[in-house]
């Protein structure tokens, strides 16, 4: 599902470069679940970016789901690839403060064309799984911390 190659990442820093993932290989399969442990600025969040196509590598391969995933790849597939194979918690949530805890949960199925009543009804679903049907109608601003994280969670894959 995910394959890393020899993957190589870094970031200018004035006149300095970086060298912070250095040759990474990491194999995950399907239904694998796995964490990634490492002292603060050891470069987990720079490695999830890379996986989450919210970055991307300087060297090396990346293949999600058998895709090369590289500079080369256009807007469009990159949104498709991290709409359909990518979900994504936010250490900060990433919750649309405008809209409601269903709707929230209910926004990548309306990019995936579900239609309105469809995408309510398993957003509705989906909160129920993480114990916050109750909470469909409120903002963000209405939950504490934990709740908007269950939200974050919800809308996940
Ligand atoms: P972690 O998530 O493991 O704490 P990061 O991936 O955030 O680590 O950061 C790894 C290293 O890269 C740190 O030394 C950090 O200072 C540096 N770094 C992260 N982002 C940038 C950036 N945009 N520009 C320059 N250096 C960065
Ligand atoms: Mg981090």
Avoid: C
């Amino acid at each position: 599902m995910i394959q890393l190659t020899d993957i190589n990442k870094y970031y200018s820093v004035g006149h300095n470069k970086l060298h912070v993932l250095k040759g990474i290989d990491l194999n995950i399969q399907g239904g694998e679940l796995v964490s990634i442990m490492g002292s603060s600025g050891s470069g987990k969040s720079t490695l999830l970016n890379i996986l989450g196509i919210l970055d991307s590598h300087d060297s090396g391969e990346y293949r999600l789901a058998g895709h090369v995933i590289d500079s080369k790849l256009t807007q469009k597939k990159a949104a498709w690839y991290r709409n359909h194979l990518i979900g994504f918690v936010f250490q900060s949530f990433n919750l649309l403060s405008f809209k409601n805890a269903m709707e929230n949960v209910a926004l990548p199925l309306y990019y995936q064309k579900v239609s309105r009543r469809e995408r309510n009804k398993l957003a509705l679903e989906y909160l129920d799984k993480v114990g916050l049907k109750e909470w469909a109608e409120h903002l963000p601003s209405e939950m504490s911390g934990g709740q908007k994280q269950r939200v974050a969670i919800a809308r996940g894959p």
